[in-house]
């Protein structure tokens, strides 16, 4: 037997056994997680030094610097809340989605229940093994993690104090040793997605290259997103403050995010315009990738109102039509273009983005409406920045990733996107035989009952 299939054998059977420990239990040893990673952040932060350190030395791109880094700001602080926020949510397993009498005293019923395996691949942000851990155990499914190469030791770390910590509890809590496993080799990702019979749903957290990959590898359903190319358009009937604010927020607050703003389509209608880009460029040093158009009538009315110098020149290039709304930047750059209508605008979306989130700012609820109908996104604003495409500010506690396929989970996948359902029936002896269609003569009941009762498992 492979060691592989070793892996994805054990995780099959901690699976078996998690899903049907209590709510109570699998929160609990959440709480043990959180302290212990407390408890060890200084060790932590060493290895997550050296793994910069590495990453540094390697010229890995800022971008991903930026994701790397565990201890910058308040990631680290956040990480622990997510996982006490995800243990404090409602049991997402055993939720009765659907109740119907069949007969008397035969029942019907959807109810909610883990996925089961999971193969999670991430990359750079280490944190993410805190995540995908509470959600896989509150959610009652196991999970197989592997991180980048360039996070190896803050990988390591992790792993080892959360591993620690389930063995140390599993008489207590029930949570089995097994429950979630991580694997550092690229060779074990490629063997585990071969392992379909075991594994029931693989999720990328990375690059295009990376998703693309991982979804030509495996017969094994993947969610995730391959591109984070985010719009935000800006109607003629747009509150200029509104505007200026959201955009800002959108391209600067974290650029690096899947969830920041690449492409800005303007509606040239809109009064004074031009202070969307002049804000985001002097305050955010953000470079504008525009069309001729928009440079040229941007650059004019700047020099019209003698506020062009050399900080908007250089911050004002030529787009590339080929490539620029077709991708991520990732850094402090846009792509910007002109269009004269909702309707342009959503065309634009629909055959540039990657589904993932896009936004538009005006004060026309029939123009808002027809853009939220309209754009074939998982996630569609309006007057909001597109960086609230978030599992912690859904308010799912934390988030596996985001999908951008239409079928099971779309948008930022929390524990609802963990559980898939089952149908179970309570019966008392009857048979098909007895009924209309199958030889008998008994007419079914389907009545509707309430669902808002929960089987105890």
């Not at 792993?159 to 599993?170: A, G, L, P, V």
């Not at 703003?261 to 804000?279: H, Q, R």
């Not at 309006?382 to 978030?390: G, K, L, P």
């Not at 599992?391 to 898939?420: C, M, N, Q, W």
């Amino acid at each position: 037997m492979s060691s592989a299939q070793q892996i994805a054998q054990r995780a099959r059977m901690a699976g078996n056994s998690l899903k049907t420990i209590s709510n109570d239990n699998r929160s609990a040893i959440l709480y043990k997680i959180r302290d212990a990673l407390k408890a060890g952040a200084s060790d932590i932060e060493a290895a997550n030094k050296l793994d910069l350190q590495n990453a540094k030395e390697t010229h890995l791109s800022d971008s991903l610097l930026k994701r790397l880094d565990l201890f910058k700001g308040d990631k680290f602080e956040t990480m622990l809340q997510g996982i006490k926020d995800v243990a404090d949510l409602e049991d997402p397993v055993g939720k009765i989605k659907m109740a119907r009498e069949l007969d008397e005293g035969l029942t019907l019923y959807q109810v909610t229940a883990p996925v089961g395996v999971l193969l999670v691949i991430f990359e750079s942000r280490p944190e993410v093994i805190a995540n995908i851990t509470a959600l896989c155990i509150k959610s009652g499914n196991a999970g197989i993690l592997k991180g980048g190469k360039e996070s190896v030791n803050t990988f390591r770390e992790m792993s080892r104090i959360i591993n620690d910590t389930i063995e140390k509890n599993e008489k207590e809590t029930g949570v089995p040793v097994g429950a979630v496993q991580l694997i550092e080799t690229r060779q074990d990702v490629n063997d585990l997605l071969d392992q379909d019979e075991y594994i029931d749903l693989v999720v990328p957290r990375g690059s295009n290259a990376l998703v693309r990959n991982i979804k030509n590898s495996t017969k094994i359903p993947v969610l995730g997103h391959a591109d984070g190319i985010c719009s935000v358009y800006i109607d003629e009937e747009a509150d200029l403050e509104k505007a200026k604010r959201i955009v800002f927020d959108a391209k600067t607050n974290y650029p690096a995010g899947c969830n920041a703003m690449e492409t800005l389509l303007i509606n040239p209608s809109c009064p004074n315009w031009w202070e969307v880009l002049e804000n985001v460029t002097r305050k955010g040093d953000v470079t504008l990738h525009c069309m001729p158009d928009v440079k040229k009538a941007y650059l004019d009315k700047l020099t019209q109102l003698g506020t062009s110098d050399d900080v908007i020149k250089t911050h004002t290039v030529d787009v590339d039509e080929k490539h620029d709304f077709d991708k991520e930047f990732l850094s402090l750059d846009c792509a910007v273009k002109f269009v004269n209508s909702t309707e342009e605008a959503i065309k634009h979306i629909n055959v540039h983005s990657s589904r993932h989130t896009d936004a538009i700012v005006t004060e026309n609820k029939d123009s808002a409406e027809l853009f939220l109908k309209g754009v074939d996104s998982s996630g569609v604003y309006w007057n909001a920045s597109t960086r609230f495409a978030d599992g912690f500010r859904y308010g799912f506690g934390t988030e596996v990733g985001i999908s951008t396929s239409k079928i099971h989970a779309r948008g930022p996948v929390g524990l609802d996107g963990l559980v898939s359902y089952q149908y179970q029936i309570r019966g008392n002896g009857q048979i098909a035989g007895d009924y209309l269609g199958a030889g008998g003569n008994r007419a079914f009941i389907h009545k509707d009952l309430d669902v808002t009762r929960k089987i105890t498992l």
